[in-house]
């Protein structure tokens, strides 16, 4: 069972980096053939309103370098002192070498930091910290976690089920070893059985890409995708989130000796804002302790949600007494995990469109 | 909970103005589409902790069937 309790270990940062297209689903009525009832009623329930693309040529290294170099200038962080990169994509910009050699290069870090990449969707950034804790566990002093994606780029733009969900963004994180700190636990799960509730099913060594797997098809319901773009079972995962995550967050405030009440702020990955009320109702968590509106905001913003959800909504939070958080990310593989742990002096800075220009609506 | 009730917390999943009956059949409805069986999903689950797989509805055709399989 993979459970862990790390001492002396806290987070010094977040930033978040949005990408430069601002897309409103007010203008895209085509997902929905025009029809304004069911618009107005995907508005409502799920939460589609807003979100943010990368332009073709920003990839998610951008994004990540960005974010990372904001948040050390911000907390006067010197590169040297910099023990490790791990970078979360599933949207990198080689299938070889990782990100993380990227951001190495492009931000000049020295050799002695040690970089990888980390393959992870939803679920991402929870995996990314415990990760990082561990390896603070183990001696090293400071870690930069990068997450992010830009899943517009697999997701066809035919496909209402995928295209109007996601948003680009990266973010980083600075993991620290801070001897004040106090304890964070840790709990991560994984079904390999789900992996067809959501894949990108060719393009890699299993199905090669080939003309067929690019080749564009449309399902029963008239959504257009190539084998190359990203599919989900939203049927099947929302399923999923309904079964195991309130069961995995009573499993973590079981493990961390915690009630609701001693958690100040439940930090759910930001799926869209029907799921993550959902979960907070069916947990019996009041909806003013947790972020739920950053979908209509960003859209589904994969690993960057967590940190996105905290440089949003929480970002004033952290400067007088601890304040203990519990976040929790769920998604492909399947896989999901949850940590609860406590959060004081740490600094979040306010979300940036990529370039740092002003956004561009489209 | 009741027939009643069941009743009007189907009302308030399908958001329809419509009056609904046990016998009436789902598919007529413009509002029983894919966000609905999502809410039905949840509704089945937190109140009657019944689990819905999407295979489910396939046979489930009136507001009876439904429930039926939240067992009142």
């Known amino acids: 069972m993979a459970k862990s309790i790390f001492k002396n270990i806290s ?3 977040l930033s978040i980096v949005l ?3 601002k897309r409103v689903f007010a203008n895209e009525p085509e997902y929905y053939n025009n029809d304004e009832e069911q618009l107005a009623k995907l508005k409502k329930m799920i939460g589609f309103d807003t979100r943010y693309w990368s332009k073709p040529e920003t990839t998610t290294a951008d994004l990540c370098r960005q974010a990372a170099k904001n948040l050390l200038e911000k907390l006067n962080i010197d590169k040297n002192s910099v023990d490790a990169i791990i970078s979360v994509t599933q949207t990198p ?10 951001i190495h290069r ?7 930091t040690a970089a990888f990449d980390m393959e992870f969707g939803c679920s991402g950034y929870v995996y990314g910290l415990w990760t990082a804790f561990m390896m603070i566990n183990s001696g090293l002093k400071r870690v930069l976690l990068l997450t992010g994606d830009t899943l517009s780029k697999s997701a066809n733009k035919k496909d209402r089920t995928e295209a109007p969900l996601f948003g680009d963004s990266g973010s980083a994180t600075v993991i620290e070893y801070n ?15 789900g992996i067809e509730s959501m894949l990108q099913p060719a393009g890699a060594y299993r199905t090669p890409s080939t003309d067929e797997t690019r080749k564009e098809i449309a399902d029963k319901n008239g959504n257009i995708r190539s084998q190359e773009n990203i599919y989900m079972n939203g049927f099947e995962i929302f399923n999923f989130t309904l079964s195991e995550q309130p069961k995995l967050m009573n499993e973590i405030l079981e493990f961390s000796n915690t009630t609701k009440e001693d958690i100040d702020y439940f930090v759910l990955h930001q799926a869209n804002v029907y799921i993550v009320e959902t979960i907070l109702k069916k947990a019996k968590i009041p909806l003013e302790k947790a972020p739920s509106k950053i979908f209509a905001k960003y859209g589904n913003q994969n690993s960057a949600s967590i940190p996105s959800a905290i440089c949003e909504d929480l970002r004033d939070k952290f400067n007088d007494r601890a304040k203990k958080v519990l976040m929790q990310g769920f998604g492909i593989g399947l896989s999901w995990g949850a940590c609860v742990l406590d959060m004081k002096d740490t600094v979040c800075l306010q979300p940036e469109i990529y370039g740092g220009a002003d956004e561009i609506q489209i | 909970m009741d027939r009643n009730e069941f009743l009007t917390q ?4 399908l958001q329809t103005d419509e009056e609904l009956s046990f016998d009436m059949n789902l598919d007529d409805l413009e509002e029983w589409d894919s966000l609905s069986k999502m809410a039905t999903v949840a509704f089945l689950d937190s109140n009657f902790g019944v689990k819905t797989t999407f295979s489910d509805f396939e046979s489930i055709k009136t507001i009876e069937d439904i429930a039926k399989k939240a067992g009142i």
């Not at chain 1, 910009?93 to 990227?102: E, I, T």
């Not at chain 2, 189907?10 to 999943?13: A, F, K, R």
């Open chain 1, 19 to 21: 990408g430069e297209e």
């Open chain 1, 93 to 102: 910009d080689y299938y070889m070498p990782g990100n993380a050699h990227v």
């Open chain 2, 10 to 13: 189907m009302q308030d999943i």
């Open chain 1, 106 to 112: 492009d931000l000049e870090f020295p050799k002695e």
């Open chain 1, 179 to 193: 001897e004040n700190a106090g304890a964070s636990y840790f709990m991560l799960k994984s079904d390999g059985n």
């Open chain 1, 11 to 13: 987070i010094k940062g």
